[in-house]
T-cell receptor, first 119, second 110 residues
Framework: KAGVTQTPRYLIKTRGQQVTLSCSPI?????VSWYQQTPGQGLQFLFE???????NKGNFPGRFSGRQFSNSRSEMNVSTLELGDSALYLC??????????????????FGQGTRLTVV | DQQVKQNSPSLSVQEGRISILNCDYTNSMFDYFLWYKKYPAEGPTFLIS?????DKNEDGRFTVFLNKSAKHLSLHIVPSQPGDSAVYFC?????????FGPGTSLSVIP
């Protein structure tokens, strides 16, 4: 069973440009979440998509956006890049099941991430 | 305001000894907690979890303890092995939200 695939693995962009990152979740997983990892900040939640709809959103500016397609693949876009956007961007997929008091299974499977460097 | 805190950015432990990683949370609505391990150049991988109806969950060398009144959980690794050297993230779940802590970098010294 293939894992979560993120492309590209590495990316270098200049300030002011825009970038699109891609994430293919595990087959059958409908929930895709995006995280930004920077030293000292840990994993900062960006947003989550479920069945093509954004279900949750973190505290990031509107320059960060995403979408999910009918096959559950997701893309994340960052416009007008800033130096501070340099980070590892991780995508996680999860299989949503109703279990244990009707709550969702929250175990997430992460991709290897896309290392974005803004110069 | 960080809802999930891991106040130790790093920890060094001798091989064979116990590693204790701590995590504190502020939101009493969290009712499910997870630990993830992350090696460099890899995505985090799920390690162990605990629901709020329990105070302990064990899986091999890994045990997670939950103290709800203190809003504190800890991950114990016994015995620690060099391969355990990684960044450990604590995560707390409430309904459909998962909040991660900043991580603790564990180094196990041979």
């Amino acid at each position: 069973k293939a894992g979560v695939t993120q492309t590209p693995r590495y990316l270098i962009k200049t300030r002011g440009q825009q970038v699109t990152l891609s994430c293919s979740p595990i087959s059958g997983h409908r929930s895709v979440s995006w995280y930004q990892q920077t030293p000292g900040q840990g994993l900062q939640f960006l947003f989550e998509y479920f069945s093509e709809t954004q279900r949750n959103k973190g505290n990031f500016p509107g320059r960060f956006s995403g979408r999910q397609f009918s096959n559950s693949r997701s893309e994340m876009n960052v416009s007008t890049l800033e130096l501070g956007d340099s980070a590892l961007y991780l995508c996680a997929s999860s299989l949503e099941t109703t279990k244990w008091r009707g709550r969702m299974n929250t175990e997430a499977f992460f991709g290897q991430g896309t290392r974005l460097t803004v110069v | 305001d960080q809802q999930v805190k891991q106040n130790s950015p790093s920890l060094s432990v001798q091989e064979g000894r116990i590693s204790i990683l701590n995590c504190d949370y502020t939101n009493s609505m969290f009712d499910y907690f997870l630990w993830y391990k992350k090696y460099p150049a890899e995505g985090p991988t799920f390690l162990i979890s605990i629901s709020s109806i329990k105070d302990k969950n064990e899986d091999g060398r890994f045990t997670v303890f939950l103290n709800k009144s203190a809003k504190h959980l800890s991950l114990h690794i016994v015995p620690s092995q060099p391969g355990d050297s990684a960044v450990y993230f604590c995560a707390a779940n409430f309904y459909d939200k998962v909040i991660f802590g900043p991580g603790t970098s564990l180094s196990v010294i041979p």
